[in-house]
């Protein structure tokens, strides 16, 4: 006699799940993230505020509403996890204007094959919603909630669950889930940690260093959960300390 409950979970992941694809819990979040993410500050003015709370929900409810087809997206804690966190924290705080940009390396090995000079720099706005809502506390307090939640919750789960989940795996064997998770593989290593170091340009090495560092929580634990805890205890860690001391571009 099949167990009912089991026939109903099969039956609900189905029905959230209608193409059968487990990419879709894994990189859609992700992907929508990215998208919504680069129209903020671009269609009217405080976009990058709202649409960043968009972007946090949307992903968050997703990641929500598919894990039970996420197995995998587990939080655990560790010592190793708490401490590789901790590291990278310090690190990405501590290499910011230490080791020059993606930007600044291309376009100085431009000027050296080419002597064409850099394009002049526009900097972007600064986030701070204390500043921009300045007569409206509540409202700017409430994003840099947000802010600190989505960075803190909703990132750490997305991008693991993607890039070292997902991504890893599939390099290693596009029928990705056919790979336990925490197996060693070089060349998914070394793709993995090189697409999260260029996808963070200004502070690639920490992001080299700290990609290198959540992988290897996984491959030790054989969990993703460790490496979850990492990257939210990062987040928090940068976060506290950019509201704390003004720093606000680490926010």
């Given at each position: 006699m099949d167990n009912p409950v089991v026939t109903n979970n099969a039956a609900n992941n189905s029905r959230r799940n209608p193409l059968g694809l487990a990419e879709l819990p894994r990189v859609l979040p992700f992907v929508l993230f990215l998208v919504i993410g680069a129209a903020e500050g671009r269609y009217f003015p405080g976009s990058q505020y709202w649409l960043y709370v968009a972007k946090t929900v949307v992903s968050?409810?997703?990641?929500?509403?598919?894990?039970?087809?996420?197995?995998?997206?587990?939080?655990?804690?560790?010592?190793s996890g708490l401490l590789s966190g901790l590291v990278i924290a310090a690190l990405w705080i501590g290499l910011d204007g230490?080791?020059?940009?993606?930007?600044?390396?291309?376009?100085?090995?431009?000027?050296?094959?080419?002597?064409?000079?850099?394009?002049?720099?526009?900097p972007d706005a600064l986030w701070n919603p204390i500043t921009y809502f300045v007569g409206q506390p509540a409202l700017g307090w409430g994003f840099v909630a947000i802010r600190v939640l989505g960075r803190s919750l909703v990132v750490p789960a997305m991008e693991e669950v993607f890039y070292r989940s997902f991504f890893y795996r599939y390099i290693a064997n596009p029928k990705f889930l056919e790979m336990p998770i925490g197996v060693w593989h070089s060349v998914a290593?070394?793709?993995?940690?090189?697409?999260?170091?260029?996808?963070?340009?200004?502070?690639?090495?920490?992001?080299?260093?700290?990609a290198a560092t959540y992988q290897w929580l996984v491959i030790r634990h054989k969990r993703l959960g460790d490496a979850m805890l990492a990257h939210g205890v990062t987040n928090l860690v940068i976060s506290i300390w950019a509201i704390t001391t003004g720093q606000w571009k680490f926010t």
């Open positions: 968050g409810a997703l990641l929500y509403y598919w894990r039970g087809l996420i197995s995998e997206m587990r939080w655990a804690f560790s010592v230490v080791i020059p940009s993606l930007d600044a390396i291309w376009y100085a090995a431009r000027k050296l094959v080419t002597g064409q000079a850099a394009p002049p720099v526009t290593f070394l793709v993995t940690c090189a697409a999260f170091s260029f996808s963070h340009p200004g502070q690639w090495l920490a992001a080299l260093i700290c």
